[in-house]
């Protein structure tokens, strides 16, 4: 070869290159992943996935189809590939770290199709917890414009997995979890969509959403998800039950189109979080560390919150409303409300919210969320109408110059709240007017809705339209300096990274469903494995009396005992933690009302000490800046006895440890109030067994 002169040893490389077998391999920085990828006979890109030897993803197909009918996904040859590594650490505005660790090595591949000339680059980057790659789109001359058909992407699976879905559907996320095998999903799909809110959109079959939590027959975890959902449709994965392979499953617009692109752009990244260790999944920063750096130079405004709220009133049966009147045919804008009754029930008035802003500064809460404070909401029941709310305009009793200057003199926010029943458009023309009339009334934080069908009327909640509406919100906001926590909206990917004014995001079933005799004992056990893999939700926990009878029309019960309610606190993270209950209700139990009071909302360190995805989760957290920490347990409708190593404590201290537990009697169904406080000194040497009832928990403060 040394006697070749330099442009044939060149031109044999690149033959080399370009052959279809020729297969590039990457390691994680640990050694124990491994990914290959190759072209295939007929020049398609693929890839497979390999943990510890053994095969997560079998060689699976990556590409695109392209309207009208154009392939984008075979006949390439390989340009260039790259390899490098980065191993660096950032510091989140919040988080259950103060520090994350960003280690991967990264393969960069870049294709061309042989006849279209077509080029599409490949970025994939492996980590010691799992696999992010994406599609890029260079620009070229070529291709400029295109519109998607469909995203190609392959997880081929190595068997019938035992999977924790959800089914897909554009416009919700608010089903039940069903554990099942691949194999009996298609037999399961149709009673788990009956049993879920789903908007009646044309979705898919027989797929399902993502984060999707598989677990193997060997003890294998698969998480399958997105980062960085940008300009781009969500994710969902049809299902293959038979070969055992999930495909990407783009939500489209009603006219079909998954996407409407140009070169220069990205897709989001796909995620893969896997270990044998289940605790493994729920540490992991995988989907952060694939997501861009914080875009606002400024985040001194932001803060994790605590908050109560004119809210839970509204489900429990006892009458309050939204409306400030029930009369339905009321017209925005051409009705004199001063001339009007009030109906006795409405929630957002303002001596009631002066209540809350009260209880919230003699127990040292930051704000108080008041849902209902504005025109419309008599027509919220009609969600195909535009133009329903104002966000600028209060109902007559809700003074917003008064209750403002209550609120700061008490040191007390009060969280704005923007229904829009999915009128996009609309929110987004008075946008702009909304966050002024919050800078202008001391309001620093919004919890935005989505529910219905909707407008326009040719998108969906998960299709590209919509993506863009909730981050322009965000971006929005941002420039006003308020923090968003969206309900009803797609599923998080990270983004709270890049924008950390998104505070929170609700995107599955939260505890309002708790008013529906809608969730189950083992729902909050698979939450963080799934939901909360993409960012933090609003859940809403704390509801101390769980019988809604005693108010009068709901007979609904809560899944939970008392204590369980206490230790999701600590279990599904959030920086934006709600007191949810009735504030009477924390006044009858003051003794275990302390631990909501005392647990942070935001962390320095997190150790997960147990975890079996729909069994159980005991995880504590260091409170940022304090020598406090926090440990919530909490078990499915199986009584059980968490070990609580407490180890992760500083060597050679005694701490204080308060345990708020369920008693010897307590049971979910029978005697969910029935809870004991005891207090003991602990040590790193210290490992505590403690019984959890049925459905129930345990919250440990140790100062």
Known sequence: MRHLNRPLLALLVGLLTALPTVAQTLRSPNGQFELRFRLT???TPAYSLFYKGQAVVEESRMGFRILPNIDYSSGFRILSHTERTSDTEWTPVWGQYSRIRDHHNELSVELEQEKSQRRLHLRFRLFDDGLGFRYEFPTQPHLRHFNLAEELTEFRLTGDHTAFWLPADYDTNEFPTTTSRLSEVAERMPAVREEGLACKSPSP????????????????????????????????????????VLSTHLTPDKNGVKGYLQTGSVSPWRTLIVSDDARDLLASSLILNLNEPCALE??????????????????????????????????IGETDYSQL??????GANTAHVKEYIDFAARHGFDAVLVEGWNEGWEDNWAYAKERIYSFTRAYPDFDVEELHRYAKAKGVKIIMHHETTSSALDYERQLADAFRFMNAHGYDAVKTGYVGPLIPRSEHHDGQWMVNHYLHVAKEAARHRIMVNSHEAVRPTGLCRTYPNWIAQESARGTEFESFNGNRPDHTTILPFTRLMGGPMDYTPGIFEGDLSVYGSNPARLSTTLAKQLAL????????????????????????????????????????????????????????????????GITDENARTAVIDLSF??????????????????HWQTNPKAYVITRKKVTAKTVLRQRLAPSGGVAISIR
């Open 569 to 632: 606190y600590v279990t599904m993270y959030s920086p934006l933690q709600m007191a949810a209950d009735l504030y009477p209700n924390y006044e009858r139990y003051p003794d275990a009302f302390q631990f909501i009071k005392d647990v942070a909302v935001d962390w320095d360190d997190t150790k997960v000490l147990e975890a079996e995805p729909g069994d159980y989760i005991t995880i504590a957290r260091k409170a940022k800046g304090k020598e406090e920490w926090y440990v919530g």
């Open 298 to 331: 400024d985040t001194s405004w932001i803060h994790p919150t605590k908050y109560v709220g004119v809210w839970w009133e509204y489900f429990t049966g006892g009458g309050s409303t939204w409306a400030y009147t029930d009369t339905q045919d009321i017209r």
């Open 205 to 244: 079959t027989l797929a399902v959403q993502t984060p999707l939590l598989l677990k193997t027959a060997e003890g294998l975890y698969i998480s399958l998800h997105e980062a960085a959902l940008v300009d781009y449709p969500a994710m969902h994965l049809n299902l293959d039950d038979r070969r055992f």
């Open 649 to 666: 404590l500083p060597a050679g201290r005694t701490f204080e440890a308060t345990l708020y537990a369920d008693a010897k009697d307590a």
């Open 341 to 346: 009754p009030p109906n006795g029930h409405h």
């Open 41 to 43: 006979e007929d020049r």
